[in-house]
Structure formats: C-alpha cells, structure tokens
T-cell receptor
C-alpha cells in the first residue's frame, strides 16, 4: 500500500530558530499533500494544501510567512516553521493522496513530527 | 469551507458491546467520507470509507452509514474488543484533485475488558 515517510519524528529547537519537516511519498506520486497540526487529545487541524509546482493553499488563520511550504517534486513536500516560538510546539502530520489504482483518493498519513520549542 | 462535527468526544463500552460514533457535515458537495483510527502516538490509519453514491458499507465488525439528505454519517463497531480502543476521526472531502479533507474533533473510544 501507499507509504508516506515524515521526518524528523521529533525535534527540539530554541526559540527564534527555523525547523524544516519533510514529507515523502515513497511508492506513489502525490501531486497534493496536506499538512495538519494536532494538539494533545485534539483533532487534526488542516493548515495548508501543498500543490506540486505551485503555491500552497493556506487555511484561514494560518500564517503563510510563518509556515512555509514547498512542494518541489511529486514525492516531496516540506514544511518550515520559521522563527519558531513555544506556542508553535505541536504535533505536525503530513498526508498525501494516492490517486491511482484501488487506493484512489485514499489519504495516507506520515508518522508525524513532534516539535518542541524551548 | 466544510465544517465537520463529531459526537461523542469520549465513549466507553464493555467488551463485546457495540459502539456508534456520529458525524455531521455542512458542505453538500462533499462526496467522500473516510474514518480513521489513531492509536496513541501513532499516525491515523484508514479503517473504512464511504462514497456519496452508497448508503452503507460494511467490513467485518465495522460499518459506516451515510445519510446525504441529513448530511450525517456514522461509524458502527460491533463486538468491540480492547484493541479497538483508540481515537477515531471522521472526515469529509469533495474528493478528486487537491480537494481538502476536513476532520471531525475525534472520539476517544475505550473498550473495557
């Protein structure tokens, strides 16, 4: 089945630094990837939709300059949290849609990245 | 955009009993409704999905029903087992292309042995 790899799984950084999280589709091409944020015991909040070769589409209330998304290839999307602050500490999960075969339109998630900003 | 509401937020059942989780959605154009199971510290995993041209779908102990008119869909788990304990999320999507998935707020299910 479709596999999505996400790393790092856990990152700790100092306030003011930037952190990059990578999301890769390993065995399929993903023209669209989604980035979610999940607070403890809460739901998956859609942050942005990452489109290969074009600008990401951000959800209302999500700062574009704060959360930079790049989708340079059909298998890789990156999320960069710029000038991170403690309130950015969270669990970030990417997902990709496999549009081919029997799994068409099925959303597959990465394992998530836990960001802790000191 | 789409607004997905999910109830209850927590649910405890005795092993062997049934569990039902309900979701409503607001966007009448949504046509794909998956359910995900997330165990503690792990990624969400798809357990069952339903498309708008179907009213019910079953996979062993899990079933999902969809009422397009009322814009609600439900997850039914029968003969619950302790390993069913997890957080369950419903989602709605327009399907196709880059259309987004919007998730419900989650239901924490505990199956008591």
């Amino acid at each position: 089945g479709a596999v999505v790899s996400q790393h790092p799984s856990w990152v700790i950084c100092k306030s003011g630094t930037s952190v990059k999280i990578e999301c890769r589709s390993l065995d399929f091409q993903a023209t669209t990837m989604f980035w979610y944020r999940q607070f403890p015991k809460q739901s998956l909040m859609l942050m942005a939709t990452s489109n290969e070769g074009s600008k990401a589409t951000y959800e209302q209330g999500v700062e574009k300059d704060k959360f930079l998304i790049n989708h340079a290839s059909l298998t890789l999307s990156t999320l960069t949290v710029t000038s991170a602050h403690p309130e950015d500490s969270s669990f970030y999960i990417c997902s990709a849609r496999d549009r081919t075969g029997s799994g068409a339109n099925v959303l597959t998630f990465g394992a998530g990245s836990r960001l802790t900003v000191l | 955009g789409e607004n997905v509401e999910q109830h209850p937020s927590t649910l405890s059942v005795q092993e062997g009993d049934s569990a039902v989780i309900k979701c409503t959605y607001s966007d009448s154009a949504s046509n794909y409704f998956p359910w995900y199971k997330q165990e503690l510290g792990k990624r969400p995993q798809l357990i069952i999905d339903i498309r708008s041209n179907v009213g019910e779908k079953k996979d062993q102990r899990i079933a999902v029903t969809l009422n397009k008119t009322a814009k609600h869909f439900s997850l039914h788990i029968t003969e619950t087992q302790p390993e069913d304990s997890a957080v369950y999320f419903c989602a709605a999507s327009r399907g196709g292309g880059g259309n987004q998935f919007y998730f419900g707020t989650g239901t924490s299910l505990t199956v008591i042995p």
